[in-house]
C-alpha cells in the first residue's frame, strides 16, 4: 500500500500510496465529497503551488517570511 521507495524523496510527511492504497485514499476521497455536496456545500480546487505576491494579496502571514 505504501510506497517506501519513493517516500524517501517525497520525505517523512508526504506518503506514497500505490495500488490498493491509491485506489483506497481515491475512494475516500470521492465519498466524503459526494457526503458534503449532497449537503449543500461548493468544491472547488485550489492550487497547490502559488507565488508569494499571492499568499501576501490573500491575507496570508508567516512570521518567519519563508512562506514554507
Given at each position: 500500500?505504501l510506497?517506501?521507495?519513493?517516500?524517501?524523496?517525497?520525505?517523512p510527511?508526504?506518503?506514497?500510496?500505490?495500488?490498493?492504497?491509491?485506489?483506497?485514499?481515491r475512494?475516500?476521497?470521492?465519498?466524503f465529497?459526494d457526503?458534503?455536496?449532497?449537503?449543500?456545500y461548493?468544491?472547488y480546487?485550489?492550487?497547490?503551488?502559488v507565488?508569494?505576491?499571492?499568499?501576501?494579496?490573500?491575507g496570508?502571514?508567516?512570521?518567519?517570511?519563508?512562506?514554507?
Amino acid at each position: 500500500i505504501l510506497d517506501t521507495i519513493s517516500s524517501h524523496a517525497s520525505g517523512p510527511d508526504a506518503a506514497t500510496l500505490k495500488g490498493t492504497g491509491a485506489g483506497l485514499y481515491r475512494a475516500l476521497a470521492n465519498y466524503f465529497l459526494d457526503h458534503y455536496l449532497n449537503l449543500g456545500y461548493s468544491e472547488y480546487h485550489i492550487p497547490s503551488t502559488v507565488t508569494t505576491g499571492t499568499l501576501e494579496r490573500s491575507g496570508f502571514s508567516d512570521p518567519t517570511g519563508s512562506y514554507l
